[in-house]
């Protein structure tokens, strides 16, 4: 196992991803580069990469298989946010104009599908259980979109719902990535399917956390404006929690204003969303929504437990709290 792993240990392996990227988010034809290196370009986290990166070292190390499993589910990542950015109508991304806002829906729903295609280039060239675990993380984004799209069934549990809508759509591809990187290090089947599993529950404390961060950080610091679900009018967990306490008779005055507002107040508007946006700001359900997001994140690191007290094992660790504990 490679010893002393840290974040600056794998600053040169993601450089290294990083290059890969650029070089397969490029297009001769300077018309079509342009949309398919927005997002690429605009940056981001990329915290499926350095999830990939460091669950390698559970075995062997990170090789070239691993690097073109993090470029993988990277692009994939990258491809399903030009379609929710579609689908959510946003204007920003990454603190830049969303890719529809340039070029139009069709073109960036056609780069989304392209961006697939090269995703899958990449994951085929490391053989048939690669293209396997990547069709099946590929129905989950699918199935967890067409849930939220679709909504909650009448009569059933809208939190529970909403957490398998994060399992599928965020949790599947995190989940993803630290099998990959297991798989590609060369680790045991356990801790493979232990790393699996440990993914899928950061995912959901990740999405949890972005959930509040859409409420609590202002947009020069997400890249977004404050309060884009609500616009969308889609009811995230902060939202959920407060229909849940109503509907059980324990939910407080102030929350019950916000609901109202919710139901009568054309979100479309700035200073209506921004009124709303403020009011949960103060509300004790966005400290309750982090102490949900921490809770998953307790459950994820609890799922590596029996990994024995290594380097590899607290960068895992701190990997988790870093998710609900970031402000964009």
């Not at 407080?252 to 979100?267: M, N, P, T």
């Not at 359900?285 to 994140?297: E, F, G, K």
Request: aromatic residues 4%; contains cysteine.
């Amino acid at each position: 196992m490679t010893p002393q792993l840290n974040f600056d240990t794998l600053t040169p392996q993601l450089q290294a991803v990083e290059a890969r990227l650029t070089e397969i988010t490029s297009h001769a034809e300077a018309r079509l580069h342009a949309p398919i290196r927005h997002l690429a370009q605009a940056g981001g986290k990329r915290m499926r990469p350095a999830l990939v990166l460091i669950a390698a070292h559970l075995g062997e190390g990170v090789n070239d298989e691993v690097e073109r499993a993090a470029v993988g589910v990277e692009l994939t990542h990258l491809a399903t946010l030009y379609h929710d950015d579609v689908m959510d109508s946003a204007q920003m991304r990454r603190g830049a104009p969303a890719a529809h806002e340039v070029w139009g829906n069709s073109a960036a729903i056609l780069t989304g599908d392209l961006l697939f295609a090269r995703a899958s280039q990449v994951i085929a060239s490391l053989g048939a259980e690669a293209v396997r675990i990547h069709a099946q993380t590929f129905e989950r984004l699918c199935i967890g979109q067409l849930n939220e799209t679709l909504g909650c069934e009448a009569g059933s549990d809208e939190v529970a719902h909403y957490i398998q809508v994060l399992a599928d759509k965020t949790g599947s591809l995190i989940a993803t990535s630290a099998h990959y990187g297991a798989m590609f290090g060369g680790a045991p089947a356990e801790v493979i399917d232990m790393l699996a599993r440990y993914g899928e529950k950061v995912g959901v404390a990740f999405q949890l956390a972005d959930d509040v961060i859409d409420l609590a950080s202002d947009a020069d610091t997400t890249g977004k404006t404050p309060g884009t679900d609500l616009r969308e009018g889609v009811d995230t967990m902060p939202i959920l929690l407060l229909r849940q306490a109503a509907a059980a008779g324990e939910l407080d005055e102030s929350g019950q204003a916000i609901l109202r507002q919710l139901s009568i107040d054309d979100l479309s508007a700035d200073d209506p969303l921004a009124n709303v946006v403020a009011q949960l700001r103060t509300h004790p359900v966005i400290d309750q929504a982090r102490a949900l997001a921490q809770s998953w994140v307790d459950a994820a690191v609890a799922e590596i437990a029996p990994l024995p007290q290594t380097d590899v094992k607290t960068a895992l660790t701190d990997f988790a709290h870093l998710i609900v504990n970031r402000m964009a």
